[in-house]
Protein backbone atom coordinates (compact mmCIF):
# COMPACT_ATOMS: atom_id res chain seq x y z
CA UNK A 1 0.00 0.00 0.00
CA UNK A 2 1.37 3.47 -0.98
CA UNK A 3 1.77 5.60 1.80
CA UNK A 4 1.13 9.70 1.87
CA UNK A 5 3.38 11.53 1.11
CA UNK A 6 4.51 13.58 4.49
CA UNK A 7 3.72 17.08 5.62
CA UNK A 8 6.96 18.14 6.55
CA UNK A 9 8.17 17.38 3.38
CA UNK A 10 5.63 17.20 0.12
CA UNK A 11 6.91 15.86 -3.00
CA UNK A 12 5.92 19.25 -4.47
CA UNK A 13 4.92 22.08 -2.13
CA UNK A 14 2.60 24.13 -3.57
CA UNK A 15 2.14 22.72 -6.47
CA UNK A 16 -0.89 22.24 -8.34
CA UNK A 17 -0.65 18.72 -9.33
CA UNK A 18 0.51 17.80 -5.84
CA UNK A 19 -2.69 19.45 -4.61
CA UNK A 20 -5.03 17.60 -6.80
CA UNK A 21 -3.10 13.96 -5.88
CA UNK A 22 -4.38 14.86 -2.57
CA UNK A 23 -7.42 15.67 -2.81
CA UNK A 24 -8.09 12.53 -5.07
CA UNK A 25 -7.06 10.80 -2.16
CA UNK A 26 -8.76 12.59 0.43
CA UNK A 27 -12.05 11.67 -1.50
CA UNK A 28 -11.56 8.36 -2.06
CA UNK A 29 -10.55 7.29 1.13
CA UNK A 30 -12.37 8.80 3.75
CA UNK A 31 -10.22 7.42 6.54
CA UNK A 32 -7.04 9.36 5.19
CA UNK A 33 -9.00 12.68 5.45
CA UNK A 34 -8.09 14.14 8.69
CA UNK A 35 -3.85 13.43 7.26
CA UNK A 36 -4.48 14.68 4.68
CA UNK A 37 -5.95 17.56 5.18
CA UNK A 38 -2.79 18.60 7.57
CA UNK A 39 -0.80 17.77 4.41
CA UNK A 40 -2.54 20.27 2.66
CA UNK A 41 -2.12 22.73 5.04
CA UNK A 42 1.46 22.15 5.55
CA UNK A 43 2.45 22.44 1.98
CA UNK A 44 -0.20 25.58 0.93
CA UNK A 45 -1.48 27.48 3.33
CA UNK A 46 0.43 30.64 4.51
CA UNK A 47 -0.61 33.52 6.55
CA UNK A 48 0.27 36.49 3.52
CA UNK A 49 -1.32 39.61 2.36
CA UNK A 50 -2.75 39.23 -0.83
CA UNK A 51 -3.35 42.33 -3.61
CA UNK A 52 -6.23 42.37 -6.07
CA UNK A 53 -5.90 44.55 -9.13
CA UNK A 54 -8.66 44.94 -11.47
CA UNK A 55 -8.64 47.62 -14.94
CA UNK A 56 -11.95 49.70 -14.54
CA UNK A 57 -13.91 50.10 -17.92
CA UNK A 58 -13.64 46.68 -19.71
CA UNK A 59 -17.49 46.64 -21.20
CA UNK A 60 -17.20 50.79 -21.91
CA UNK A 61 -13.53 50.69 -23.39
CA UNK A 62 -14.23 47.64 -25.51
CA UNK A 63 -17.55 48.38 -26.80
CA UNK A 64 -16.12 52.13 -27.99
CA UNK A 65 -12.55 50.99 -28.95
CA UNK A 66 -12.95 47.26 -29.29
CA UNK A 67 -11.22 44.42 -27.82
CA UNK A 68 -7.79 44.38 -29.17
CA UNK A 69 -7.25 47.85 -27.85
CA UNK A 70 -8.55 46.44 -24.49
CA UNK A 71 -6.12 43.88 -24.27
CA UNK A 72 -3.83 46.76 -25.39
CA UNK A 73 -4.27 48.44 -22.07
CA UNK A 74 -4.39 44.97 -20.13
CA UNK A 75 -0.25 44.81 -21.62
CA UNK A 76 0.31 47.92 -20.20
CA UNK A 77 -0.99 47.46 -16.38
CA UNK A 78 0.81 44.37 -16.65
CA UNK A 79 4.29 45.91 -17.76
CA UNK A 80 3.14 49.01 -14.83
CA UNK A 81 1.93 46.60 -11.80
CA UNK A 82 4.67 43.38 -12.23
CA UNK A 83 7.99 45.64 -11.70
CA UNK A 84 5.89 47.14 -8.78
CA UNK A 85 4.81 43.97 -7.21
CA UNK A 86 8.33 42.34 -7.57
CA UNK A 87 9.95 45.51 -6.25
CA UNK A 88 8.09 45.55 -3.05
CA UNK A 89 8.86 41.69 -2.62
CA UNK A 90 5.84 40.02 -3.96
CA UNK A 91 4.82 37.15 -6.42
CA UNK A 92 2.62 37.35 -9.31
CA UNK A 93 0.08 34.25 -8.82
CA UNK A 94 -2.15 34.81 -11.47
CA UNK A 95 -3.33 37.09 -14.01
CA UNK A 96 -6.86 36.48 -15.36
CA UNK A 97 -7.96 38.79 -18.63
CA UNK A 98 -7.64 42.34 -16.67
CA UNK A 99 -7.15 40.77 -12.76
CA UNK A 100 -4.02 40.17 -11.47
CA UNK A 101 -3.07 38.62 -8.35
CA UNK A 102 0.14 38.65 -5.80
CA UNK A 103 1.10 37.95 -2.74
CA UNK A 104 3.19 39.65 -0.01
CA UNK A 105 4.44 38.22 3.31
CA UNK A 106 2.42 41.42 4.95
CA UNK A 107 0.25 44.13 4.29
CA UNK A 108 2.66 47.01 4.10
CA UNK A 109 4.36 45.66 1.09
CA UNK A 110 1.39 45.19 -0.19
CA UNK A 111 0.12 48.66 0.02
CA UNK A 112 3.43 49.85 -0.94
CA UNK A 113 2.77 48.09 -4.23
CA UNK A 114 -0.61 48.98 -4.86
CA UNK A 115 0.90 52.78 -4.17
CA UNK A 116 3.86 52.13 -6.98
CA UNK A 117 1.41 50.58 -9.60
CA UNK A 118 -0.52 53.71 -9.22
CA UNK A 119 2.35 55.78 -9.76
CA UNK A 120 2.95 54.29 -12.52
CA UNK A 121 0.18 54.58 -13.96
CA UNK A 122 -0.33 57.96 -13.83
CA UNK A 123 2.92 58.44 -15.38
CA UNK A 124 1.75 56.21 -18.47
CA UNK A 125 -1.63 58.25 -18.56
CA UNK A 126 0.40 61.70 -18.92
CA UNK A 127 2.00 60.65 -22.07
CA UNK A 128 -1.04 59.08 -23.67
CA UNK A 129 -4.37 59.92 -25.12
CA UNK A 130 -7.73 60.31 -22.77
CA UNK A 131 -9.09 57.22 -24.69
CA UNK A 132 -5.72 54.97 -23.60
CA UNK A 133 -6.25 56.56 -19.86
CA UNK A 134 -5.33 53.35 -17.43
CA UNK A 135 -7.21 53.08 -14.51
CA UNK A 136 -7.32 50.64 -11.41
CA UNK A 137 -9.34 49.54 -8.62
CA UNK A 138 -7.42 47.55 -5.79
CA UNK A 139 -8.44 45.39 -3.19
CA UNK A 140 -5.88 43.81 -0.14
CA UNK A 141 -6.31 41.45 3.13
CA UNK A 142 -4.06 39.40 5.16
CA UNK A 143 -4.49 36.30 6.45
CA UNK A 144 -4.12 32.41 6.16
CA UNK A 145 -4.61 31.10 2.44
CA UNK A 146 -4.18 28.59 0.93
CA UNK A 147 -0.92 29.11 -2.03
CA UNK A 148 -1.00 27.23 -5.21
CA UNK A 149 2.35 28.31 -6.33
CA UNK A 150 1.51 30.23 -9.94
CA UNK A 151 -1.96 28.90 -9.90
CA UNK A 152 -4.41 30.60 -7.11
CA UNK A 153 -5.59 31.91 -4.03
CA UNK A 154 -8.34 30.12 -1.36
CA UNK A 155 -9.15 31.44 1.77
CA UNK A 156 -11.86 33.96 3.71
CA UNK A 157 -9.28 37.06 2.88
CA UNK A 158 -9.03 36.35 -0.42
CA UNK A 159 -12.53 36.14 -0.89
CA UNK A 160 -12.42 39.15 0.67
CA UNK A 161 -10.08 41.21 -1.21
CA UNK A 162 -11.42 39.95 -4.37
CA UNK A 163 -14.54 41.59 -3.57
CA UNK A 164 -13.06 45.05 -2.54
CA UNK A 165 -11.00 45.56 -5.63
CA UNK A 166 -12.98 43.96 -8.10
CA UNK A 167 -16.76 45.03 -7.12
CA UNK A 168 -16.58 47.98 -4.33
CA UNK A 169 -13.82 49.80 -5.26
CA UNK A 170 -13.55 52.80 -8.03
CA UNK A 171 -10.82 53.66 -10.25
CA UNK A 172 -7.99 54.82 -8.50
CA UNK A 173 -9.03 53.42 -4.97
CA UNK A 174 -7.15 51.27 -2.70
CA UNK A 175 -9.38 49.16 -0.36
CA UNK A 176 -8.02 47.05 2.87
CA UNK A 177 -9.72 44.71 4.90
CA UNK A 178 -9.76 45.30 8.68
CA UNK A 179 -7.40 42.28 9.65
CA UNK A 180 -5.27 43.70 6.79
CA UNK A 181 -5.55 47.58 8.72
CA UNK A 182 -4.67 45.85 11.91
CA UNK A 183 -1.38 44.37 10.55
CA UNK A 184 0.03 47.52 9.29
CA UNK A 185 2.15 50.07 11.52
CA UNK A 186 0.60 52.68 13.54
CA UNK A 187 0.67 55.94 12.64
CA UNK A 188 2.30 55.35 9.50
CA UNK A 189 -0.64 55.34 6.79
CA UNK A 190 -4.41 57.09 7.20
CA UNK A 191 -7.66 55.50 5.95
CA UNK A 192 -11.50 56.15 6.45
CA UNK A 193 -13.49 53.32 7.30
CA UNK A 194 -16.72 52.04 4.89
CA UNK A 195 -19.42 49.93 5.19
CA UNK A 196 -19.98 48.04 1.76
CA UNK A 197 -22.76 45.64 1.43
CA UNK A 198 -20.92 42.30 0.65
CA UNK A 199 -23.30 39.26 0.68
CA UNK A 200 -25.93 39.41 2.96
CA UNK A 201 -24.91 42.58 4.64
CA UNK A 202 -22.78 45.64 5.86
CA UNK A 203 -18.95 44.89 6.18
CA UNK A 204 -16.70 47.03 7.77
CA UNK A 205 -13.45 47.94 5.17
CA UNK A 206 -11.38 50.86 4.88
CA UNK A 207 -9.96 53.17 2.28
CA UNK A 208 -6.90 54.67 2.01
CA UNK A 209 -6.14 58.36 2.09
CA UNK A 210 -2.59 58.97 2.69
CA UNK A 211 1.18 57.56 4.02
CA UNK A 212 2.10 59.83 6.69
CA UNK A 213 5.98 59.01 6.65
CA UNK A 214 8.67 58.29 4.29
CA UNK A 215 8.10 54.99 2.10
CA UNK A 216 9.76 52.23 4.14
CA UNK A 217 13.28 51.18 3.16
CA UNK A 218 13.87 47.40 2.10
CA UNK A 219 11.41 44.44 0.97
CA UNK A 220 11.29 40.76 1.80
CA UNK A 221 10.39 37.78 -0.74
CA UNK A 222 8.53 35.25 -0.22
CA UNK A 223 9.71 31.64 -0.21
Not at 130 to 152: K, N, R, W, Y
Amino acid sequence: MDTLPTAKAPAKPHDKAYLHSLLARRNQDSSLQAEIDAAIEAAFVRTVSMLVLDMCGFSSTTSRLGVIHFLAMVHQMEQAARPAILGNGGVVIKQEADNLFAVFTDPVHALEAALDIGRALDAMNAVQPPDSALQVSMGIGFGPTLVIAESDLFGAEMNLACKLGEDIAGPGQILLTPAAVAALPSAQYRFHEISPTIGAGAQIAFEFEARLVKKPLGSSGLR
